[in-house]
């Protein structure tokens, strides 16, 4: 299917690896151009080389969202870069419970994920609306609505994220711009299995790595019987980054595999 993406251009957040990087192939194989960005010069580099193979324009765009000023200079690059579409994806996770999380690591948890959102976005949405057309794009997490005990900050944050994502696409009426939230479930990335590790050599000490058919049964049982894959975000991303998604607007897209269940 033609997602009639060619010849727009998308801004993505943290897009130097993981989730981000798949979103940002995915939408140059649907002929976007793609402003990569990320922390790391050579990891979001070796992304937009990848990106540019795909024969559309790349280029790269650095910075630390949660530092003063960088999220609004990321922002106005992707104006002048003539990103239309914006895909907030950049967000730290960590765990942190209701007993050990001290303040600091419910600000880290907010500084992280939300704030550069709306600074991002906030940034951004003149040119979206001058256009006529936009796209703005969150990434949420299952754990919105079956917030996970040892990920607490995390989830409320996340949870903020499709709270304000609703209230964007309400805002934004009438403008040709929408604003939809992706929610992964439990997504197969390296930081994730190093999470996983980290979590097993704690508790049985050191072993093998861990088997995805343990980790669905433990950890993420879901009627798809597996675990996502970046590629699985991606393409859902894309969908709601294309004009055939236009009648759909302050969503939550849940793509969990169905461990959240029906509303």
Known sequence: ?????????????GSSAGIGATIAETLADEGCD???HGRNAGAAAAVAEQVAARG????????????PG?????????????????????????????ESSRPSDWRTAFEGNVLPTVRVSQTLLPTLRAHGWGRVIT??????????PH?????????????????????????????????????VTPSMYRMFEERAAEEDGPQDGPDEADLVKEYAPNPS?????????????????SPLADYVNGIELRVDGGITGTP
């Open 70 to 98: 960088v999220a609004e200079q990321v922002a106005l690059t992707a104006r002048d870069f003539g990103a239309h579409i914006l895909v907030n994806n950049a967000g730290p996770f960590a765990e942190h419970d209701w």
């Open 225 to 241: 019987g597996r675990l996502g894959r970046p590629a699985d975000i991606a393409a859902a991303v894309a969908y709601l980054a």
């Open 34 to 36: 793609v402003l990569v």
């Open 1 to 13: 299917m033609d997602l009639r993406l060619a010849g727009h251009g998308a801004l993505v957040t």
């Open 151 to 187: 990920m607490a900050t995390f989830s409320a944050a996340k949870a903020a994220v499709v709270n304000m994502t609703t209230s964007l696409a309400r805002h934004l009426a009438g403008t040709g711009v929408t604003a939809n939230c992706v929610s992964p479930g439990v997504i």
């Open 56 to 67: 559309v324009r790349a280029e790269v765009v650095l910075g630390d969202l949660t530092e």
């Open 139 to 148: 990434i949420g997490s299952r754990a919105v609505r079956t917030p996970l």
